[in-house]
């Protein structure tokens, strides 16, 4: 069975109007997170929620709504809802994965985690003007309600459609940053693609590099957060697609500096850790993730952010993406069974070699000498398997660190 809701984004203060820069930028698979209070969904909504089944389908379509004449940093309107005048766009799909009701004083809260899909093909804005028209009716949009069932066949047309996702982003840029918006002086990028390349076995030969997706969730504190899994010293490639609104002239669009930082540090594979936004086309990043010594898994976090520019004047606003992104990361088994062979292959050598007795003069004619040369070639062997097992181990020893970086 397939539900479908529409869920409304408004960003009346600042702590919410980075959701929509988030939910653009984010690739498809990410989770998201969204909280309600019961008093602003349907009470048929609120049945849906409570006896919320994860085996049925629930299709979700995140709607920017804004009064046209709403000024960023007024605060949030009167409870009374929006007239059908007002913007009101598609930003992105998704389905509910998870709902967590949390009771309290003040009723119940829903915490709802959305795993994001496509963007949807609606550059024209006939299906959300369908899709709006009965809520507007009935009065079930903000200010007064956010999250509704609709019945309306086009969101199921939305998420069967099968165009461009780089045509269907730039439309969504261009419908939210007209003159009315509140975004329109904003920078607007995405995630299209990440690759993991892993550090090759021998040095100096290929990559093996792969696309990557975040496979698996886990809840940080009242928050769902998705998290790749990776293996220790591989290098992340993240695609990101710049779009500038089309009514925008290249004369007061705002180029802003791109952050990017991580945790544990780690060294950036770009000449500087921030870069200056593009008004289109696309900017490939690289993340290092650092070494482990432990066989366990270990966390790791980075940040892409879109810096706020000196003309921005509400400086509490962000005005572009800000995304946090987590992985998890261990040595992969393979590699370290080679290191730790390498390790005692390399004792063993040097303890042949030390122990041994030879002569370069005399005739051999007591005892077991061994030949120099096979001392010295021991003591080389050993030397080469002690570099190639903390090759493997870290990078600290990085034979093509150069080559890598």
């Given at each position: 069975?397939?539900?479908?809701?529409?869920?409304?984004?408004?960003?009346?203060?600042?702590?919410y109007?980075?959701?929509?820069?988030?939910?653009?930028a984010?690739?498809?698979?990410?989770?998201v997170?969204?909280?309600?209070?019961?008093?602003?969904?349907?009470?048929?909504?609120?049945?849906d929620?409570?006896?919320?089944?994860?085996s049925e389908n629930h299709?979700v379509?995140?709607?920017y709504?804004q009064?046209?004449?709403y000024?960023?940093?007024?605060?949030v309107?009167?409870?009374?809802?929006l007239?059908n005048?007002?913007?009101?766009?598609?930003?992105?799909?998704?389905?509910?994965e998870?709902?967590?009701p949390?009771?309290n004083?003040?009723g119940t809260?829903?915490?709802?985690d959305?795993?994001?899909?496509?963007?949807p093909a609606?550059?024209?804005?006939?299906?959300?003007?369908?899709?709006?028209?009965p809520?507007?009716?009935?009065?079930d949009v903000p200010?007064?309600k956010?999250?509704?069932?609709s019945?309306?066949?086009?969101?199921?047309?939305?998420?069967n459609?099968?165009?461009?996702q780089?045509r269907?982003f730039s439309s969504v840029i261009?419908?939210?940053?007209t003159?009315e918006?509140?975004?329109?002086?904003d920078?607007?990028?995405?995630?299209?693609?990440v690759?993991?390349?892993?550090?090759?076995?021998i040095?100096?030969?290929g990559?093996d590099?792969?696309e990557?997706?975040?496979h698996?969730t886990?809840?940080v504190?009242?928050r769902?957060q998705?998290?790749?899994?990776?293996?220790d010293?591989?290098?992340?490639?993240?695609?990101?697609?710049?779009?500038?609104?089309?009514d925008m002239?290249?004369?007061n669009?705002?180029?802003r500096?791109?952050?990017i930082?991580s945790?544990?540090k780690?060294p950036i594979?770009i000449?500087l850790s921030?870069?200056?936004?593009?008004?289109f086309?696309?900017?490939?990043v690289?993340v290092?993730v650092?070494?482990t010594t432990?066989?366990s898994?270990?966390?790791f976090?980075?940040?892409?952010?879109?810096?706020?520019h000196?003309?921005d004047?509400q400086?509490?606003y962000?005005?572009?993406?800000?995304?946090?992104?987590?992985a998890?990361?261990k040595?992969?088994?393979?590699r370290?069974?080679?290191s730790?062979?390498m390790?005692?292959?390399a004792?063993?050598?040097?303890?042949?070699a030390?122990?041994?007795s030879?002569?370069s003069t005399?005739?051999?004619t007591?005892?077991f000498?061994?030949?120099?040369?096979?001392?010295i070639?021991?003591i080389?062997t050993?030397?080469?398997?002690?570099?190639?097992g903390?090759?493997l181990?870290s990078?600290d020893?990085?034979?093509?660190?150069?080559?890598r970086?």
């Amino acid at each position: 069975m397939t539900k479908n809701f529409v869920i409304f984004d408004t960003c009346a203060q600042p702590e919410y109007y980075d959701d929509v820069h988030k939910i653009l930028a984010l690739p498809a698979g990410h989770t998201v997170t969204y909280d309600y209070r019961s008093s602003q969904v349907t009470d048929e909504v609120q049945n849906d929620l409570d006896d919320f089944n994860p085996s049925e389908n629930h299709q979700v379509v995140l709607v920017y709504v804004q009064d046209p004449g709403y000024v960023k940093g007024t605060g949030v309107n009167s409870g009374e809802p929006l007239p059908n005048t007002c913007i009101q766009l598609i930003t992105r799909l998704a389905t509910i994965e998870k709902v967590r009701p949390l009771a309290n004083e003040d009723g119940t809260r829903y915490f709802i985690d959305l795993k994001l899909a496509s963007y949807p093909a609606d550059r024209e804005g006939a299906h959300v003007r369908r899709i709006l028209q009965p809520l507007f009716a009935s009065g079930d949009v903000p200010f007064r309600k956010y999250i509704v069932r609709s019945r309306d066949t086009s969101i199921n047309d939305l998420f069967n459609a099968n165009g461009s996702q780089e045509r269907a982003f730039s439309s969504v840029i261009d419908q939210l940053s007209t003159d009315e918006s509140q975004f329109m002086m904003d920078t607007f990028w995405r995630i299209t693609r990440v690759r993991a390349r892993s550090k090759p076995m021998i040095p100096f030969l290929g990559y093996d590099t792969v696309e990557t997706e975040p496979h698996s969730t886990e809840i940080v504190g009242d928050r769902t957060q998705s998290y790749f899994e990776l293996v220790d010293q591989s290098t992340l490639l993240i695609d990101l697609q710049f779009h500038r609104a089309k009514d925008m002239d290249s004369i007061n669009y705002r180029s802003r500096y791109v952050a990017i930082e991580s945790s544990p540090k780690s060294p950036i594979e770009i000449p500087l850790s921030r870069f200056r936004s593009r008004a289109f086309g696309q900017e490939t990043v690289a993340v290092r993730v650092p070494s482990t010594t432990s066989l366990s898994d270990q966390d790791f976090l980075f940040q892409i952010a879109t810096e706020n520019h000196e003309k921005d004047d509400q400086k509490d606003y962000v005005y572009g993406p800000q995304l946090t992104l987590a992985a998890k990361y261990k040595k992969p088994l393979g590699r370290v069974c080679v290191s730790l062979t390498m390790i005692f292959l390399a004792s063993s050598l040097f303890a042949i070699a030390a122990f041994s007795s030879s002569t370069s003069t005399a005739p051999l004619t007591e005892g077991f000498l061994v030949p120099l040369p096979c001392r010295i070639a021991a003591i080389l062997t050993g030397v080469i398997c002690t570099v190639y097992g903390f090759y493997l181990w870290s990078d600290d020893i990085a034979l093509d660190k150069i080559r890598r970086t």
